[in-house]
């Protein structure tokens, strides 16, 4: 890596900050295990899960994520590799809870994707991936599994191609699979690791090789080298070169094939995603692009996580740094509320613990503890008013309407709705023409965590009742008439977000399509900028 002058771009240049997005099962949690494990982040497999069972323990509400045996959480790890800094920052694979994830993919500059070798490309990775398009977030796929039985891996490519829309340029290439799996080839170093199951590959289980015609593969691979050699050629024939602009853009992606419960393949994958990966980018607002190596300090909130220590009852606002230095004690305004704050007591988030932060860098998280003052999409920054773009509210597609079984808590019902959906975990509408609350989600166990919450941390006793929406939109119009016109005829149908926002419920995407047709004038958006 050659080094820029300036201290600043020194300290972005080694950054990398990306987030992992898989469907369950696929791997995720066992490839950040071993991540870490080569970053020194931890020191024993089987560390990240025991640290899973862990916060189950000491945390109350996710009794919840317990009993359902699913990871609610999303947490930043950071760790060092060769001469750079990552941070990883993981999250949710059940699908219940992707709005958050969707949340915390605005705050990577780059993402790794893991696909199960037998599975192939599964629902979530789909959704995930038409978030990280939006963006144009450059992405590196790791294939795992590759110890089992699974798809021809020419196979699982032209399936990564058709479903994600994204070209495949393989690194490496398996050597069989299951029981006949013998390593990897490396296409561009022209080496072949040999697989040993369990162990990180050794050095003497890298072997170069000449070129594919060299009489070592036959030693080495026995029959198996032919099938190589023809793989090799049909690819050659095939495949177009990586070109890292296309990478960066996102519209091609570099290809590893391993198995990470192995860790094999792993160190290969990690090698290269720091020397492709790009560094902090520069980031859009709403009056002009923000580079990361700005003197000045800027930075978003993007996750708000509550009692992260139960003890404390504490939120913590996870801010991406976009520029600037952040040090301990720092000033800076908060633009929303339009008022200076002093971030005494920022954390950085270690795989295993949390520590003061005395200084941090564009590219890094910062956890800053508030009671209740930072929203998803809140802007720190030094002093010129900045608002960062990009931080999505995503239509539920989930209703329920909420009802108080003791009608007295109904400001703490309030307070406990307000402070939930500024946490992103819920969202809220009150009708405009009923007092009542409801709640719309995009996975049911969303209700389950919010109904859980407002009762131990609010003490508010409800039920939910089924309502019959199925949609929501955010509406806007020009025509300040038409929309006069547009309220009254559908005021049973309008409500308003926990935000003031008029949005439209209604029972179908049928019914939607009809009322757009008959209303052109009034545009009906499916995602809406945080505030
Ligand atoms: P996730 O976070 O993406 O949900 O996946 P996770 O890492 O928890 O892995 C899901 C399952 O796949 C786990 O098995 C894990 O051990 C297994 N796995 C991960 N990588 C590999 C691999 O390279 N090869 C094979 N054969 N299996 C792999 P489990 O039985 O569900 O859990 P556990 O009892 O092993 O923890």
Not at 18 to 37: C, R, V, Y
Not at 205 to 216: A, G
Request: proline share 5%; charged share 25%; net charge negative.
């Amino acid at each position: 890596m050659t080094r820029p002058n300036s201290k600043i771009a020194q300290e972005v240049a080694m950054r990398r900050t990306f987030g992992i997005i898989s469907h369950p099962d696929a791997g995720k949690t066992t490839l950040t295990e071993k991540l870490l494990l080569f970053g020194g982040a931890i020191q024993t497999a089987g560390a990240v899960k025991a640290k899973k069972a862990q916060r189950h323990a000491t945390s109350d509400w996710m009794a919840i994520e317990q009993e359902r045996g699913i990871s609610v959480t999303t947490s930043v790890m950071k760790f060092n590799y060769r001469d750079y800094e990552v941070n990883l920052l993981d999250t949710p694979g059940h699908q219940d809870f992707s709005e958050d994830t969707y949340r915390v993919l605005t705050a990577v500059d780059s993402a790794l994707m893991v696909i199960d070798s037998a599975r192939g490309v599964e629902t979530q990775t789909e959704k995930l991936m038409a978030v990280c398009r939006m963006r144009n977030t450059p992405i590196i796929t790791f294939i795992n599994k590759l110890d089992r039985e699974g798809m021809s891996p020419l196979d699982i490519l032209s399936d990564i191609e058709e479903k994600l829309q994204i070209e495949c340029v393989p690194m490496s290439w398996p050597i069989g699979m299951g029981k006949r799996f013998k390593g990897v080839y490396n296409l561009y170093k022209k080496e072949i690791s040999l697989f040993n199951p369990g162990e990180d590959s050794k050095p003497k289980d890298v072997i170069t090789v000449k070129d594919l015609s060299d009489p070592v593969l036959d030693t080495l691979l026995g029959s198996q080298a032919d099938e190589l050699r023809e793989d090799i050629e049909l690819l050659e024939g095939a495949a177009s070169p990586l070109e890292m602009r296309h990478y960066l853009s996102g519209s091609q992606t570099p290809v590893f094939f391993g198995s990470a419960i192995n860790n094999f393949g792993v160190r290969e994958l990690l090698d290269a995603f720091v020397e492709m990966a790009p560094a902090p980018s520069p980031r859009a607002t709403t009056t002009r692009m923000v580079s990361p190596e700005e003197e000045s300090f800027s930075g978003f909130a993007f996750k708000i996580q509550a009692n992260m220590d139960p003890a404390h009852r504490d939120r913590i606002a996870f801010v991406r740094i976009c520029s600037g230095k952040f040090t301990r004690g720092m000033k800076v305004m908060h633009h929303r509320l339009g008022k200076e704050i002093t971030i005494s007591n920022a954390t950085i988030f270690m795989a295993q613990d949390r520590s003061h932060v005395d200084e941090a860098w564009p590219g890094d998280i910062i956890g800053v503890h508030n009671h209740g003052t930072v929203k998803i999409g809140d802007t720190f920054s030094a002093k010129e008013p900045l608002k960062f773009t990009g931080i999505p509210n995503f239509a539920p597609e989930i209703f329920r309407r909420v009802i108080l079984k003791n009608p007295l808590k109904l400001k703490q019902l309030q307070k406990g709705l307000t402070q939930l959906a500024e946490e992103g975990a819920v969202q809220f509408f009150r009708p405009v023409n009923a007092p009542d609350y409801i709640l719309g989600a995009v996975g049911s166990l969303q209700f389950d965590v919010t109904m859980h919450r407002l009762k131990a941390e609010y003490s508010v006793d409800a039920i939910y009742e089924n309502v019959n929406f199925g949609v929501a939109r955010w509406i806007r119009c020009e025509d300040p008439k038409k929309f006069a016109e547009f309220e009254k005829k559908h005021s049973h149908n309008l409500a308003r977000d926990a935000e003031g926002h008029l949005t439209f419920l209604t029972t179908t995407e049928w019914q939607l399509g009809f009322v757009e047709e008959q209303w052109p004038d009034v545009v009906f958006l499916k995602t809406r900028e945080a505030d």
